[in-house]
């Protein structure tokens, strides 16, 4: 972090408002993003070059690069503006904003699609707008790892001791006051977050930023978007799909139940072994994946059209491994990939279970206004299709300045030391990429 200087932190923000083992048991990301109207497309192979980090596209700049695609889309030709942010609501007046910018087309224009972020909040407005311009990439592959070098893992950036003196009392507290409450029966889990603010000596090239993490992290779903009122870039390096739909079957891949990497093979796969058979990061990641299942059977026909397997998996970050789970549905006809959206955000991987009661505890417990962090960020098609990644391991961008945030899942049994020791390896997927280019 060389050139950073780390801000004080003010209480609610003024000027920056928030708007390996056993190869069986360990893999990464589910790839499953494809250009769209293309059915069948292949895979891509790695080019040479990165398509999605040129020169900016101007105004209402949006990228979203999932493992394999990279989408850069820029202007405005319509926004998605409805008088309730529900499912329902959003899904149907997407589809007839769709439908009127497919009909007002010019010949040899591409479909049209909707793009931009949804907070972590959905009765909130969402960011969404129709496009006037947009591409489709193969996204670069460095061909290696994300997590490994030619002699191993890679060395893991620590922020607490590139940043002296940060440790954030507030959120220790909050993480003490959370688990108090959870022994008391006030829910099963809750998803606290905090926020660190930096400041370059210049202003960030995000395109740098983009490349640094995508190097780092290549099987993340890398974003930029620019939000709207002045408000800066969200920009940030996602681990985890929320949902793809592609011809009316859809993929998840929620995780939920983390620890840190070790830069000692040994240790590495020690760590993650234990993460493994963690009951609390197991019963962690059961909220999760039994709220996925409830939900999903409401938009399939069969029981069987459903895949949600029993135990999860391990999934390699560069700086974390995570407990995961691939899902898998065919939906029933008709149903919009934003139907899905809005039914299963925000899940318990980011804000807890029951929901009522952690929306609750993060009200009374978090000092600031999430925003679009822990929201949702992707594009939609008329035809139902899309792909949405959760905001995690991000930042907002501000000419020199960043804001940084970071959660972590708490429920019984958990420490403050603990869950400040996770967001601080959390902060460390961008901190490590602003580090290299400051």
């Known amino acids: 972090m060389t050139g950073f200087t780390v801000l004080d932190d003010p209480a609610p923000p003024t000027k920056m408002p928030a708007v390996a083992l056993d190869p069986a048991h360990a893999r990464r990301p589910r790839r499953t993003a494809e250009t769209p109207g293309t059915p069948g497309a292949p895979d891509f192979a790695a080019p040479t070059g990165t398509p999605d980090d040129g020169a900016s596209p101007g105004h209402a700049e949006f990228r979203f690069a999932s493992p394999r695609t990279g989408l850069v889309a820029h202007g405005v030709r319509a926004r998605l503006d409805v008088p309730s942010w529900d499912g329902p609501a959003v899904a149907g007046a997407a589809h007839e904003l769709l439908a ?28 969404l707008v129709v496009p006037a311009h947009q591409s ?31 440790d954030d009392a507030v959120f ?19 998803v606290l977050a905090r926020t660190l603010d930096v400041s370059a000596a210049e202003p960030l090239d995000r395109g740098a930023v983009r490349a640094a993490v995508r190097r780092a992290n290549p099987d993340a779903y890398v974003f930029d978007v620019e939000l709207p009122g002045d408000q800066g870039h969200l920009v940030g390096a996602s681990p985890e799909l929320l949902v793809s739909v592609r011809d009316g079957v859809l993929h998840s891949h929620p995780l939920a139940g983390s620890a840190p990497r070790s830069a000692d093979p040994d240790e590495d796969r020690a760590t993650a072994q234990r993460l493994l058979a963690s009951e609390k990061d197991l019963r962690e990641h059961a909220f999760v994946t039994d709220a996925i299942r409830e939900v999903l059977r409401a938009y399939v026909d069969r029981e069987e059209d459903l895949d949600v397997p029993a135990t999860p998996e391990l999934v390699a970050t560069s700086h974390l491994w995570h407990l995961g789970t691939p899902v898998t549905a065919r939906l029933t006809p008709g149903t919009s990939v934003l139907d899905v959206v809005y039914a299963l955000h925000p899940t318990p991987a980011v804000c807890g279970h029951p929901q009522d ?19 949702l960020v992707g594009w939609a098609d008329q035809a139902g299709n899309g ?49 290299g280019v400051s």
């Open 136 to 166: 489709w990439h193969p996204v670069v592959s460095s061909g290696a790892p994300a997590d490994t070098t030619e002699e191993g893992p890679l060395p893991v950036a620590r922020p607490e001791h590139a940043l002296p003196g940060r």
């Open 172 to 190: 220790r507290a909050a993480v003490g006051r959370a688990v108090s409450r959870l022994e008391d029966g006030a829910a099963e889990k809750v």
């Open 387 to 435: 792909e949405w990644a959760i905001v995690l391991r991000c930042g907002v961008v501000r000419g020199a300045e960043v804001r940084l945030f970071a959660g972590a899942g708490v429920v019984v049994g958990s420490t403050p030391e603990g869950e400040h020791a996770e967001t601080a390896v959390k902060f460390s997927t961008l901190l490590s990429a602003l580090g």
């Open 357 to 375: 009661a952690a929306r609750e505890l993060i009200g009374s417990l978090e000092p600031f206004d999430r925003g679009f962090y822990t929201g």
């Open 100 to 127: 009127r910018a497919a009909g007002a087309r010019w010949a040899g224009e591409p479909a049209p699609i909707l793009v931009g972020a949804i907070p972590f909040d959905p009765s909130r407005p969402a960011h």
